[in-house]
T-cell receptor, first 115, second 111 residues
């Protein structure tokens, strides 16, 4: 199983600013995923990041708001841009298990509060 | 219709009882099914995964899959207060595709 280190674990940010969240995996993985979990809600997929290509965004999420980088097979970043209080959520990165149909593993999450 | 549906609960069971958590999914092409446990304020952690019809047991946990009925369940035997958490059902349609999560069922184990 993959171990994913995500940072920061939490942050309080001013509206209008941007925050970049980093995820480091201890092994090479094909796909990395970024989720948002709003208070009391389940996980909503923001985008899928494949190394060497642009991220694929889910309906309701756009690159200008959530730019993603995936420079190699062990690392990805998600930026939350021009933040508003509505962006206050837990953001989670996830990676596939290295083989098709294997379970996804999660980072520790980033608890973001926008004031 | 939601892709993955769960009863939000809370489901309350006494300590030592069997907790039964249920999940239905809409995509008949789904191939992989996962149960995650999430404690408040923490990330989800994998409990079980199942790919084939039938039962899969791991300690106190049993996952059950019925692809014909598009139904997957998680049984927790000898429930403990430490099992109190939200349980998320997740489904993968195959390959390196995204995992879709249900809304989760909150389980409360009463001492």
């Amino acid at each position: 199983s993959a171990v994913i280190s995500q940072k920061p674990s939490r942050d309080i940010c001013q509206r209008g600013t941007s925050l970049t969240i980093q995820c480091q995996v201890d092994s090479q993985v094909t796909m990395m995923f970024w989720y948002r979990q709003q208070p009391g809600q389940s996980l909503t997929l923001i985008a899928t990041a494949n190394q060497g290509s642009e991220a694929t965004y889910e309906s309701g999420f756009v690159i200008d708001k959530f730019p993603i980088s995936r420079p190699n097979l062990t690392f990805s970043t998600l930026t939350v841009s021009n933040m508003s209080p509505e962006d206050s959520s837990i953001y989670l990165c996830s990676a596939d298990g290295g083989q098709p149909n294997t379970e996804a593993f999660f980072g520790q999450g980033t608890r973001l509060t926008v004031v | 219709q939601k892709e993955v549906e769960q009863n939000s609960g809370p489901l309350s069971v006494p300590e030592g009882a069997i907790a039964s958590l249920n999940c239905t999914y809409s995509d008949r092409g789904s191939q992989s099914f996962f149960w995650y446990r999430q404690y408040s304020g923490k990330s989800p952690e994998l409990i079980m995964f199942i790919y084939s019809n039938g039962d899969k047991e791991d300690g106190r946990f049993t996952a059950q899959l019925n692809k014909a009925s598009q139904y997957v369940s998680l049984l927790i035997r000898d429930s403990q207060p430490s099992d109190s958490a939200t349980y998320l059902c997740a489904v993968n349609v195959g390959g390196y595709q995204k995992v879709t999560f249900g809304t989760g069922t909150k389980l409360q184990v009463i001492p």
